[in-house]
Each structure stands twice: as structure tokens, then as C-alpha cells.
């Protein structure tokens, strides 16, 4: 069975740190490129951020530049995302996901919650 | 960036009624190897989103056929022909033709 579990999610206040983990298993995880898109409570969807396979390549939203970064350890099966000088709008649900464009099965995580609150 | 747009935003229907949920994009989303890379995605309440349409109107494995997308350039459209309780969510669409990808607003499907 495929899985995507995050974790590392929580409370934290403005200014703070917060490194999310993505367990995956059931798939050849070194073989997908990874994302992290986020949801607001009660918004849309926004994409975060995207590495590729080998770590070759890494990509970040605007909102989001120069304050976290993205990682994998593929012996590992795991993507991370490490979360500094967090600001209130930051708060959402951290999925990690595939977000695979073509017919091979994409896949999400259940979401780890992050909040950013005083 | 490409804005997708969706509407409605929301849209009560009927149970065995037919439902309709316009995306359009502010860019042409053909991409240069002739695909159009327009994703849409069902988000049950409570539950993380799932890909249910890939690549404008091919569907996922395990997803009913009374789902179906169609569209091209810039207009795209998700339809359910007769809507069951199980499809109550939110819908997004989804674009990954340019860089970054980007989401639609979503679409609340709820029962009348």
C-alpha cells in the first residue's frame, strides 16, 4: 500500500522554526520527484515548493524563497521541509504529494497542520 | 504566473442531477510537446486532495465514469453527470504547463 505520512507539523510563533517530514513506502520513492503544497484553513491550494529526483533541481514559491528548504534523503524514503523565520501566513496544511502532470498515480499525503500564532 | 480561474464557486445540485465546473487559465496551457498538462482534483471534507482527471480529460484509476473533463487553450470544464452524496467536496483545477504549477480558487459540490 502506498503511503505518504508528514509529520513535524505544529504550533510555533512568528519568527520561529519548524522542519516537516514525509515518510513515503509502497513506491520506488527515489524515482518521483517531490512537492509540498500547502492549504490555508478554508482556502485553495498553493504550491510550496518541488525538488527533483537526485536533488538536481529545487524549487520555491515566491512567498516562501530564501526562508525554507526543501530536501530527501532517497536511502531513506523522506522529504523534508525546513521552516524558518515562519509568519503568521504561513499557517496551513503541509501536504506532501507527488503531483505527477502525466498517467502515472499521483499520490498525497493526510497533511501535517503548521500554525503560526503568538 | 498562470491564474486559473473556476466557476462557480459554489454549486448546490440534486442528487442524479448533472454538475458543471468551468476552469479557465490566463495563458494558453498547450504545452511545447503538444500535451495540455490541465489537472482536477476532488477534495472530500475532511480529507487530503486526490487527483481525479490528469492531462484535460483522462481519468484516474478507480474514478467513476460519470466524471469527465474536456477542454483546450484556455477553457476546461469538469463534469459529473449524475451527482452522488459521495462526490460532496471542494474541486480544484490544476495547470502544470508552466512553471510554477498552479490551483483554481476550488468549487464547493453540495447537495441541495
Known amino acids: 500500500e502506498v503511503q505518504l505520512v508528514e509529520s513535524g507539523g505544529g504550533l510555533v510563533k512568528p519568527g520561529g522554526s519548524l522542519r516537516l517530514s514525509c515518510a513515503a513506502s509502497g513506491f520506488t520513492f527515489s524515482n518521483y520527484s517531490m512537492t509540498w503544497v500547502r492549504q490555508a484553513p478554508g482556502k485553495g491550494l498553493e504550491w510550496v515548493s518541488s525538488i527533483t529526483t537526485g536533488s538536481d533541481y529545487i524549487y520555491y514559491a515566491d512567498s516562501v524563497k530564501g526562508r525554507f528548504t526543501i530536501s530527501r534523503d532517497n536511502a531513506k524514503n523522506s522529504l523534508y521541509l525546513q521552516m524558518n523565520s515562519l509568519r503568521a501566513e504561513d499557517t496551513a496544511m503541509y501536504y506532501c504529494?507527488?503531483?505527477?502532470?502525466?498517467?502515472?498515480?499521483?499520490?498525497w499525503g493526510q497533511g501535517t497542520l503548521v500554525t503560526v500564532s503568538s | 504566473d498562470v491564474v486559473m480561474t473556476q466557476s462557480p464557486l459554489s454549486l448546490p445540485v440534486t442528487l442524479g442531477q448533472p454538475a458543471s465546473i468551468s476552469c479557465r487559465s490566463s495563458?494558453?496551457?498547450?504545452?511545447?510537446?503538444?500535451?495540455?498538462?490541465l489537472n482536477w482534483f476532488q477534495q472530500r471534507p475532511g480529507q487530503s486532495p486526490r487527483r481525479i482527471i490528469y492531462k484535460v480529460s483522462n481519468r484516474d484509476s478507480g474514478v467513476p465514469d460519470r466524471f469527465s473533463g474536456s477542454g483546450s487553450g484556455t477553457d476546461f470544464t469538469l463534469k459529473i453527470s449524475r451527482v452522488e452524496a459521495e462526490d460532496v467536496g471542494v474541486y480544484f483545477c490544476?495547470?502544470?504547463?508552466?512553471?510554477?504549477?498552479?490551483f483554481g480558487q476550488g468549487t464547493k459540490v453540495e447537495i441541495k
Open positions: 504529494a507527488t503531483l505527477i502532470m502525466g498517467p502515472t498515480i499521483d499520490y
Open positions: 495563458q494558453s496551457l498547450v504545452y511545447s510537446d503538444g500535451n495540455t498538462y
Open positions: 490544476m495547470q502544470g504547463t508552466h512553471w510554477p504549477p498552479t
